[in-house]
């Protein structure tokens, strides 16, 4: 049977494809700005030249002419061609050199690239089944995912998203017991104390090197004598009688998140509060066919999923899983209150009563 193939979509496609390509190429060309200063010295110098820029960063005119020319064809930079001059606008250099930015942006590449990486392994475990551990990833899937979520942690968990639990405040202002679970670096686990100095906490995570990185860094803060980090699955953290549990975007990556729900619920005091942070989705697959959905159900594909896959149960519920199959979740472990209180442009955030 002969379809009739219409060119112009054709050839939509083929120009589609070719965007999609320098965006993949153009993940690493950020990654390179921002660790050789590029942006950074845009910003804090102004227009350059190529060369002004290679002075600038102690690096070869021959990367910094090539960079700058693919960032003014991707948007990134302007170009005036009177000067040879390359500006990075203010809005970019918001996004691209303010960490404490919520629009701050490296992290997100910097995770996206390090995802990739490992694109060879993960299609190997696709046909047969298995996953790859978080753990087996390299370091910039781990120091990219802490920098994309931190600035969006930073700008809302304290002022907007404890707030809205209910009577957690006024506990953590007294004094609570909080356990910060699948803590990674620690960042969300660190700004709580900051915020509560007379509350407790436990952060912990099955990932070694994450809790010795949340160690030193709760060690730089000065909080290190109100904060315990240990390395433990979600389904066995220690402790018990918590006002407080909190799990940012990791329920989904877990292998047995009923299981984790289960602890949280054992672990709880009879009025405690679990606060549950997940990706923003929807619970229908239309819901998330967005730009948002896209990046994602990427990362579920090659990271999330295959983590959830490499551990114990690999129930698999994916970066998408949406609010009526995190409330199952936690129905299942015999929660009975589950309420939407927060959101953002990335993320959902859930309370969670016994």
């Known amino acids: 049977m002969t379809v009739a193939i219409d060119s112009d979509k054709l050839m939509g496609l083929v120009y589609q494809a070719v965007g999609e390509a320098g965006a993949t190429l153009h993940a690493a060309l950020v990654v390179m700005g921002d660790r050789l200063g590029y942006y950074q010295a845009l910003a804090d110098d102004g227009p350059a030249t190529p060369a002004e820029l290679a002075e600038r960063t102690s690096t070869s005119e021959h990367y910094t002419r090539e960079w700058l020319n693919a960032q003014a064809a991707g948007g990134y930079v302007e170009f005036d061609a009177s000067t040879g001059l390359y500006t990075l606008p203010p809005e970019q250099a918001v996004a691209l050199t303010d960490p404490n930015n919520p629009a701050y942006l490296p992290g997100l590449f910097q995770l996206a690239l390090g995802t990739v990486h490992h694109t060879t392994q993960t299609i190997e475990a696709a046909r047969s089944g298995a996953g790859v551990g978080w753990h087996e990833h390299t370091s910039d899937v781990h120091v990219g995912c802490e920098r994309f979520f931190r600035p969006s942690y930073n700008a809302n968990l304290v002022s907007n998203w404890l707030p809205a639990l209910e009577g957690v405040v006024e506990k953590l202002e007294r004094g609570a017991k909080v356990a910060d679970i699948g803590c990674g670096h620690g960042s969300s686990t660190i700004l709580m104390a900051d915020a509560f100095p007379r509350s407790e906490f436990l952060g912990s995570d099955y990932h070694q090197e994450s809790i010795e990185t949340a160690r030193r860094r709760a060690a730089e803060a000065g909080a290190g004598g109100r904060i315990r980090f240990e390395v433990a699955p979600a389904t066995g953290f220690s402790g018990t009688d918590y006002d407080l549990v909190t799990t940012f ?5 877990l292998g047995d998140p009923v299981g ?8 709880l005091a009879p009025d405690g509060t ?6 923003m989705a929807g619970d229908r697959v239309e819901d998330n066919l967005n730009p948002v959905g896209r990046v994602y159900y990427g990362f579920s594909t090659l990271l999330c999923t295959p983590g959830s896959l490499s551990q114990p149960v690999g129930l698999a519920l994916g970066t998408q899983a949406g609010p009526a199959r995190i409330r199952d979740v936690t129905t299942a472990a015999g929660f009975t209150r589950f309420r939407t209180v927060a959101q953002t442009p990335f993320n959902l955030v859930f ?3 016994p």
């Open 249 to 253: 975007d990791a329920l989904h990556d």
């Open 260 to 267: 984790a729900a289960r602890r949280v619920r054992e672990a």
């Open 274 to 279: 679990w606060m549950l942070v997940e990706p």
């Open 351 to 353: 309370e969670v009563r």
